[in-house]
């Protein structure tokens, strides 16, 4: 009985597997096809005379928003969008989760309900507000303006994350910090930091995921030509006239999802035991 108990589980796990990977190996089969072959055969077929022709397009000759550089450019534009207001949100997040946890009063307990409030409005609800406070700012239509805003929606939930992992941290070991002169800031690089590794890849895989996939607040804070690979994937893939080149479209697809496949796989270990350790448990 285990072992059709077994037997059925790796069946589903399988069958859940191939669900999931099968729009992917698509993508991949497709991006490998002359566009002749795309037209003219099933999209689901393999490739007959594979060629990394559209790949190239795709990363350095498409041309988008009147550019002809393909991807490249704005591949650019997300990362410098992407490493600010990720490691920002971590650190912050960090610190005031650790703060947060320190102790409970009627004044930190209505700040953590705000942040918990904060993390299911929608950025639509707040979208006009947000737009008037950084135009106010000088920011609008700049990279800086579109980091800032992911710093500021990405702050509660990594806040969330960090207070409840730092929580479970036994108090007996901050106590004997302190008796051995660590502060605040002591306690939290010496001792809670190295604990939080687990915690800080779960908030990193999912902050980078939701950064690097955003494409509402891109499309609205940053100027033309300073805006993220999705914006152009979009723009790519709808302003074509004439025949569409799908294979050029798949390609770029799978470029443009290659960065968040790479942070999971060199993070992955470390996610699997942060969810594992109760990291986004409340």
């Given at each position: 009985m285990n072992a059709m108990r077994r037997g059925a589980l790796y069946l589903m796990l399988?069958?859940?597997?191939?669900?999931?990977?099968?729009p992917l190996l698509v993508?991949?089969?497709?991006?490998?096809?002359?566009?002749?072959?795309?037209?003219?055969?099933?999209?689901?077929?393999?490739?007959?005379d594979p060629t990394l022709d559209a790949w190239r397009k795709a990363w350095g000759s498409a041309c988008i928003s009147g550019q002809c550089s393909g991807l490249s450019v704005w591949?650019?534009?997300?990362?410098?969008?992407?490493?600010?207001?990720l490691f920002g949100s971590l650190?912050?997040?960090?610190?005031?989760?650790?703060?947060?946890?320190?102790?409970?009063?009627?004044?930190?307990?209505?700040?953590?309900?705000?942040?918990?409030?904060?993390l299911f409005i929608p950025p639509q609800v707040t979208l006009y507000p947000m737009i008037v406070l950084v135009r106010e700012m000088g920011l609008f239509g700049s990279l800086p303006g579109l980091v800032f805003v992911h710093l500021v929606w990405g702050l509660a939930f990594v806040t969330l994350l960090f207070r409840n992992f730092f929580l479970s941290v036994p108090r007996d070991l901050l106590k004997?910090?302190?008796?051995?002169?660590?502060?605040?800031?002591?306690?939290?690089?010496?001792?809670?930091?190295?604990?939080?590794?687990?915690?800080?890849?779960?908030a990193l895989v999912l902050q980078f995921t939701y950064i690097w996939n955003d494409f509402l607040l891109g499309l609205t804070f940053a100027g033309p030509g300073r805006q993220p690979v999705t914006v152009a994937l979009n723009t790519l893939a709808g302003s074509?006239?004439?025949?569409?080149?799908?294979?050029?479209?798949?390609?770029?697809?799978?470029?443009?999802a290659l960065p968040t496949i790479l942070v999971y796989f060199l993070s992955g270990r470390l996610f699997v035991r942060g969810i594992a350790a109760g990291a986004v448990k409340g």
């Amino acid at each position: 009985m285990n072992a059709m108990r077994r037997g059925a589980l790796y069946l589903m796990l399988t069958v859940a597997a191939l669900a999931v990977l099968f729009p992917l190996l698509v993508m991949l089969s497709t991006s490998l096809k002359p566009l002749d072959e795309v037209t003219n055969g099933s999209l689901f077929a393999l490739p007959q005379d594979p060629t990394l022709d559209a790949w190239r397009k795709a990363w350095g000759s498409a041309c988008i928003s009147g550019q002809c550089s393909g991807l490249s450019v704005w591949f650019a534009n997300s990362f410098a969008i992407v490493i600010p207001a990720l490691f920002g949100s971590l650190a912050l997040g960090a610190i005031t989760g650790y703060a947060l946890s320190l102790r409970s009063s009627r004044w930190s307990d209505l700040l953590f309900a705000a942040l918990l409030i904060g993390l299911f409005i929608p950025p639509q609800v707040t979208l006009y507000p947000m737009i008037v406070l950084v135009r106010e700012m000088g920011l609008f239509g700049s990279l800086p303006g579109l980091v800032f805003v992911h710093l500021v929606w990405g702050l509660a939930f990594v806040t969330l994350l960090f207070r409840n992992f730092f929580l479970s941290v036994p108090r007996d070991l901050l106590k004997s910090a302190r008796v051995d002169g660590a502060g605040f800031l002591a306690t939290f690089w010496y001792v809670l930091l190295p604990l939080s590794l687990p915690v800080a890849a779960v908030a990193l895989v999912l902050q980078f995921t939701y950064i690097w996939n955003d494409f509402l607040l891109g499309l609205t804070f940053a100027g033309p030509g300073r805006q993220p690979v999705t914006v152009a994937l979009n723009t790519l893939a709808g302003s074509q006239f004439g025949a569409q080149e799908h294979n050029v479209n798949m390609a770029a697809t799978v470029i443009a999802a290659l960065p968040t496949i790479l942070v999971y796989f060199l993070s992955g270990r470390l996610f699997v035991r942060g969810i594992a350790a109760g990291a986004v448990k409340g």
